[in-house]
């Protein structure tokens, strides 16, 4: 029988935020009776504790290593380039010519307007935030395009061409934005999609990256407390931060694309260029520089 504590007390097991190493070292005609115990508290303010520890040491390394706004992700790499010539294929031009396209998750516009400039019937833009959207609509007017390219948060004009670039990674519901671009199709419709780095790739964090895989080494807490010393937008999670950060992976978006109305018609991994000879299925979650991929409505 086990014995009980002092009259009146529960017995200490039962105490909420504590758990205790019993050792029974006696039995007595089939019932266990309790002679000795090693007891070693864990309490739910000690494991707090040693969390925000932990926080407060990842910080301090992250603030020695970059005290403010890293450089990250930039466009530089696109400087005197065509950036949709670059993503979607020397051909992506000559597929777009005469065609309404939507360009879905279309930030301040750059990419729809080239675009329509470069022979699309007309563009439609997409995007939730309106602060975007008007910066965009005053680059088409600069641009003189502001008659066949128009910027929006939301559209019911069916499209010939769905275009997605570099927004994949950042949308909050992807699930919900592929059920959403199959409606906006036509039947013969297409959707080209371009997005990276995903979340494993070497800088996947994006602003939080501030050494390869940092987003990984780091905990959210750690990182969103650092990237707090200079933003002031209030987020407390990657998903909150401006423009979004869903965590995607290569593996999690081929579920998504599985689960919806589109399916692949083609889908390329383009590897890191200096990781290009370690490329290959084990480990393209680490190595792939961008997801490329073509999605037709399923039939």
């Known amino acids: 029988m086990v014995e009980r504590g002092a009259k009146g007390k529960r017995p200490a097991s039962s ?3 504590m758990r205790f190493t019993v050792t029974i ?3 007595k005609a089939g019932n266990a009776r309790i002679v000795s115990t090693n007891a070693r508290p864990i309490s739910i ?3 707090r504790r040693h969390g925000e520890m932990l926080t407060n040491i990842q910080y301090r390394i992250l603030k020695r290593i970059s005290p403010g706004a890293p450089v990250c992700c930039g ?3 696109y400087e005197g380039k065509s950036k949709l010539a670059v993503l979607m294929g020397d051909d992506f031009f000559t597929k777009i010519a005469g065609k309404v396209v939507i360009d879905f998750g279309c930030g301040e516009g750059t990419d729809a307007i080239e675009m329509a400039g470069r022979g699309a019937k007309r563009v439609i833009g997409i995007d939730i935030r309106e602060d975007v959207l008007q910066v965009a609509r005053q680059k088409a007017l600069r641009a003189g395009v502001q008659d066949t390219c128009l910027f929006e948060s939301s559209t019911k004009e069916i499209a010939e061409i769905v275009v ?3 927004a994949f990674e950042h949308f909050a519901d992807p699930a919900g934005i592929l059920r959403i671009m199959s409606t906006l199709l036509q039947p013969s419709g297409e959707v080209l999609a371009c997005f990276g780095p995903t979340w494993h790739h070497p800088l996947g964090g994006h602003l939080f990256s501030v050494f390869p895989w940092a987003h990984l080494v780091f905990s959210e807490k750690a990182l969103i407390r650092w990237r707090s010393t200079f933003k002031t937008d209030g987020a407390t999670r990657f998903s909150e931060v401006a423009g979004g950060l869903n965590q995607m992976t290569i593996a999690k978006f081929e579920e998504l694309v599985a689960d919806s109305p589109l399916k692949f018609a083609s889908l390329e991994l383009v590897p890191i260029r ?3 000879h370690f490329h290959n299925r084990l480990t393209r979650e680490f190595t792939t520089a961008v997801v490329r991929c ?3 409505k399923r039939t």
Do not use: N
Request: cysteine-free.
């Open 274 to 276: 200096k990781l290009r």
């Open 164 to 166: 997605s670039v570099d």
């Open 294 to 296: 073509h999605l037709v």
């Open 25 to 27: 070292v006696a039995a």
């Open 45 to 47: 303010v000690g494991r």
């Open 75 to 77: 466009g530089g790499a």
């Open 15 to 17: 105490r909420p935020g």
